[in-house]
């Protein structure tokens, strides 16, 4: 499992970390993956794209999965 330190931030929202991390190649790619519902958050399917993500939670697709730290 990767990691995602927040560093000073309060959360980050769920298609920027999929930018950041890698995660998908771009924007546009995220929204399809998220509006799809090939994303869970802590276990459970998530559609909003800009969920907030918090210290703790884990973000998963396709078998890869960060934790915020």
Known sequence: ??????????FIELNDLMKITGMCE???MAKTMI???????????ETRRRRKIRLGQI???????????
Do not use: C
């Open 1 to 10: 499992m990767e990691e995602f330190k927040l560093e000073k931030n309060e």
């Open 26 to 28: 771009s924007g546009g």
């Open 35 to 45: 509006t799809e519902g090939r994303i869970t958050v802590d276990g459970k399917v």
């Open 59 to 69: 973000v998963a697709m396709e078998g890869r999965e960060v934790r915020i730290v």
